[in-house]
C-alpha cells in the first residue's frame, strides 16, 4: 500500500535565516576578499578581487580551495613553485589568511543602513533570528562585538567549522532551525548575497532572498556606492541578479530593508499551501 503525503503548512514566517558580511554588515562584502588577496601575495601569487570572489559564502578553508583550483591560479602557482596546489598548500594559506582576517575584520564590520530597522520589523512580525557564515568563530566573534554595539544581534549565530560541513550544504542554515525550535523549515526564510546563500538556503527547504546592491555580486563599498548615479547602480545590480536568480533564489531585492515586503509575498504563498 503507497501512501500520498499531502499536509501543507499555511501558518506564518517564523524565522529567517541571515548572512553576515554584505548582508546584515561590511556593505560591499570587502573584508574576506582584502584577506583573500593579501594571503595569495604573501605566497608570491596574485589573484584578482574576481578571483578572490567568487567562492564567497564558503567557509573560508573551502574558499581557498576553491581558488587554488580556478585554472589561472593553478597555472600561477604551477608558475612559481613548480608543481600544482595540493591541501598541504590550502593549509599554509589560511594559516597565513586567519590572522589577517582577525586583523581587519573589525574595520569592515559596521552595520548596513536598514538592517537594524529590519530586524524590529522582522521581530514585530514574530520571527526568529537566525545567522549563518563563512567565517570561522574566532573571526564572527569580531564581528558580532562591532554589530552587538551597532544595535545588531541575531538570536544564534553559526560560524562555519560549528557543523560537519558548510555551505553550500544545509548543516548551518537547519543547526539554526533546530536551536530556534522552527517547524516547519518551509517557515524559514534564507537571506544572503551570494550563491552559495541561495544554495544553503535552498537545500535546507527553505524560502530562498538574495541581496544584490549591499552584497558580494556587487562588491561596491557604501561610499562610492552613494555617489553613483542611478543608471550605473541598475548597470551593476542586472548582471548580479541574473546570477542570484540563476541559482535559484525566490526573489532579489537591493537590500535587507528592500527585502521585507517580500515576506508578506511568502506569507501569502504559504497560506495557499505552497512550499519553497
Known sequence: MSYTYTRRYTGPLQAVVLDWAGTTVDFGCLAPAGAFMEAFRRHKVEITLEQARGPMGMPKWDHIKAVLAMPAVAAAWVTRYGRRPDDADVDSLYETFLPLQVEVVDRYADVIPGVVDAIASMRQRGMRIGSTTGYPRQV??????????????????????????????????????????????EACVKIGDTTLDVEEGLNAGMWTIALTDTGNEVGVPLGEWSLLSEERRAALRAPAEERLRRAGAHYVAGSLLGALPLLDDIEARLARGERP
Open 140 to 185: 564572527l566573534q569580531v564581528v558580532q562585538k562591532v554589530a552587538a554595539a551597532q544595535g545588531y544581534e541575531p538570536d544564534i549565530a553559526v560560524a562555519a567549522g560549528d557543523t560537519p560541513t558548510g555551505r553550500p550544504g544545509p548543516a548551518m542554515a537547519l543547526r539554526c532551525v533546530i536551536e530556534l525550535g522552527i517547524s516547519p523549515v
